[in-house]
């Protein structure tokens, strides 16, 4: 029996995912209301909430017609020269954990003086905090909140609020229908799933990680490989998928295991699987359906979006975490000196 509080936040995340998905539906004439001008949209945001929001605002843009950007929160306090006069009436999005990391705080405090006219959104996991008082509109999923340390389904579940922001926005029912559909099959994929992760999880067999992906899939690909390294302590690798046959991968041999979210161009994905494979790497896949040049497929079964493939891809990458973290003999609830979030 796992005993830790990391697994039942990822491997029963689909619980407060239907709870989310609930909430942000609720509220959707408040959003089209406060959504309802022709301005530009801006994530604003870091770590974890930053990688979410590089996947989101695409969605945004994509979905709704939005010009949208993500920007972190750290290079706004670092350069804001670099973030005047450059938005037209601009909403600042930001999604966030705790609601109280100082980058974000003086970000938005920089952001808001700069573009008086502007209004501020956010959406919050911790019930008390500092960036829903800076905030034109507010919500809070406090039951997305892990007791460990990394954000896993805090992540996921702020990746399925602006996703289903986004269809609202844009009133694409099919998108909202997609995400349904997908929950309600969650559980039993999370089961399957979980089996053959935690049999490739070895750490005497893996020497190197690989994220790959692209697109508005990006962002969560990026964090699958985060979690890695925060949450078991291991140094994985992110890269555009075509990006990593420009040198990177000649690091690749037998014990590098490489993850794609697919759903890009197909014969793309193809390709460069066959050139990591020809190294003696593993490669795995998070795909609608099985394809014959991964050593395995996580399938989901049906024509989901690329948002759903994303969704699932993070579920993969964070049991994945979990149980190398466990192998490796470390604490997937609390790894090395890693704090929730960062006020000074």
Known sequence: MNTYLSHEEIHEQYKSLEK????????????????NSSGDIVFVGCGSSYWMSLSAHKTM????????????AGDVVLCPEEFTDIYDNPIFICPSRSGRTKEVIDAVAFLTNAYPDSKVFSIIVYAENE???LSDMSLSIPWTNEQSVCQTRSFSNLYVAFIAIAAIISND????????????????????DEAFIQSIADPEKISSIVTLGGGLQYGVVIE??????EMAEFAANYYQLLEYRHGPIVTAGEGT?????????????QKM???????????YAVAVSKVDWADHTFTL?????????????????????????IARGKNPDSPGNLISYIIY
């Open 301 to 325: 079964g049906n024509e989901y979006s690329k948002e759903v493939l994303a969704l699932h891809f993070a579920f993969v990458m964070q049991s994945f975490a979990h149980h190398f973290s």
């Open 61 to 72: 843009k994509v979905r709704a017609g939005l010009r949208s950007y993500a920007v972190k």
């Open 131 to 133: 960036l829903s008082k």
């Open 273 to 283: 699987a066959v050139e990591i494979r020809e190294t003696g790497a593993k490669v």
């Open 224 to 229: 699958g490989a985060y979690i890695v390294i």
């Open 257 to 269: 295991v490489v993850f794609i979210c697919t759903g890009m161009a197909a014969e793309h994905e």
């Open 173 to 192: 029912d099919d998108l909202i229908k997609c995400l349904k559909s997908y929950l309600i099959k969650a559980p039993s994929l999370f089961k399957r």
């Open 20 to 35: 989310t998905l609930d909430y942000i539906l609720f509220n959707a004439d408040e959003l089209k209301k406060f959504f």
